[in-house]
């Protein structure tokens, strides 16, 4: 901090000391809980960097699925996969769970470090409660906490030297972290985009023509840095035929206002309120046109988190960070002593209605458990699988794609990974087959399917229905969070008896107590 910004006695920088080591301490506790949704891409990950390590090199085919096996395919994650894989070799899972945490602290402390040196001490910790919840919007293992972490390393750098007297030499940096990001993830084009936008701040506000011309050729080595990638020129234009080919489904496009009415989460209802009062502070901005100039850069920058939050819902972290550093920018512009004791007082208001009241999605502990990994039944599927060295070819839906692979490659190929397919192949080949019996007797008839693994969905639920109907099926398995059916034939057939037997077995002993007078202890109970 700089001296005008701290505390001036001794009690008073304890306090400060205290209130943002509670403050990062309450981050960390998001990312400390045990994961329960069976859809984990992080796993797919893992063995995406196994795949990488002992081939030497990277992915460039539907390696993980029988189905679409010439499918070209591009992994833009390719670096973040190794250091799943030997994260995962070092600590598992929890292992992850942790790099997921350190990771994300290291992003939330370099915008909070930056903002505390622009602005009033508790203006900043209020304004890092405030969007808190978004923060941990996600906060599983995946690849974009590194786009996160380059977004928040190149925001570091560009703030401390075109919006202070630092030296310009910090800029060269910005090629270095380009090269990595588009390595480490397919959202790579944001740290292009900033410095863009970088640039055309320093040509609106008619700085230096040195600085100009000495940015404008950082700007062109980090797009040459850009094609440093595996795939060259079609790992460079991977997210721009993402967004072209976007599917129209996706929760993610759902216009926002539209989708909280219609049952979405706390999240998107939180979101309304921050941007309906960014959008007041943006007005603020935008009605004082002396200010627009000088805070280009802040302000396009702003507007975009908003509207990429519309294409993608997991950015809603870029938006919480760029809102928090507009917003201590916006604070300069009042009484400083006002500001610190609104935000003291709006501090206080924030953290009693958070003890007091629990808001349900804002204690991480409310409805997970505490913890890193994942959770403990979680993996009875697989492990059923693995038990019985059950074999394919397997039917799936994409979201147990990341699952099965996981835990069965390289063993067993998957039918539907959650990534990779042509387009029309969810439509075209796998909806009909949930939703329609001829479709999927023709799909079967085609590829002969020996397991069906499927999680639990209102698509797939019909389809569940249908096959505990059908007398070429048995139910082999099922737990909260996914179903295993066996098609009776002669090789499951040993399996098929057995499990028949244990639960005829289990019925019978259950009857003969029903019938005597001996005090069942769990008669009756579901």
Known sequence: MKPDKLPKSISQQLV?????????????????????????????????????????????????????????????????????????????????????????????????????????????????????????FSTSPNTEMFSLLFFTISIFLIF?????????????????????????????????????????????????KKDTLTFLIIFVISIIACFFNPYGIDGFLLPMKSLIEINPQNENLHFLFLYNRLGGSFYFFYFELLFFLSALLLYYWLKNWKLVKPNFFIIVLFITT?????????????????????????????????????????????????????????????????????????????????????????????????????????????????????DGFMGDVITPALEDQRSWLDLDNKYNFNVVCLNYDNQSKDFTQRLLMDSRWFLAYNDSYCVIFLKRNKVNDPLVRKELLDKLSLAEMMNRFSKSDFNFPYQGSK
């Open 16 to 136: 400060a000391v205290a209130v943002v080591s509670l403050l990062f301490v309450f981050f960390s506790l998001f990312f400390l809980h045990k994961h329960n949704n069976i859809n984990f891409d992080f796993g797919k990950q893992v063995r995406s960097g196994q795949f990488i390590v002992q081939h030497k090199q990277a992915l460039n085919s539907n390696d993980f699925s029988f189905t679409d096996t010439d499918l070209k395919s591009i992994n833009g994650q390719w670096s973040s996969s190794i250091v799943f894989y030997y994260v995962h070799s070092m600590g598992g899972l929890s292992g992850l769970t942790v790099l997921a945490l350190l990771l994300n602290l290291v992003s939330f402390f370099l915008i909070f470090k930056l903002s505390i040196h622009r602005s009033n001490y508790w203006l900043v910790v209020f304004l890092s409660l405030l969007v808190l919840p978004l923060l941990t």
């Open 160 to 208: 401390n030297c075109a919006f202070s007297d630092s030296k310009h030499a910090y800029w060269w940096f910005l090629p270095i972290i380009q090269l990595l990001w588009v390595n480490f993830d397919s959202l790579f084009l944001i740290g292009l985009f900033l410095q863009l936008l970088l640039l055309l701040h320093l040509i609106i506000n008619r700085r230096s």
């Open 306 to 422: 908003v509207l990429l939050i519309f294409w993608r819902i997991n950015t809603a972290m870029y938006f919480a960070y760029v809102f928090i550093i507009m917003a201590v920018y916006i604070g300069k512009q009042f009484n400083s002593k006002l500001v610190k004791r609104t935000s003291i007082i709006l501090t206080g208001l924030l953290l009693f209605s958070v003890v007091v009241f629990q808001i349900y999605f804002y204690l991480p502990y409310k409805t997970v458990n505490p913890g890193t990994g994942i959770e403990n039944n979680l993996s009875g599927g697989a492990n059923y699988f693995l038990k019985h060295q059950l074999h394919g070819p397997i039917f799936n839906t994409p979201e147990m794609g990341a699952y099965l692979t996981y835990y069965l490659f390289p063993k067993e190929q998957v039918f539907a990974d959650n990534n990779a397919y042509a």
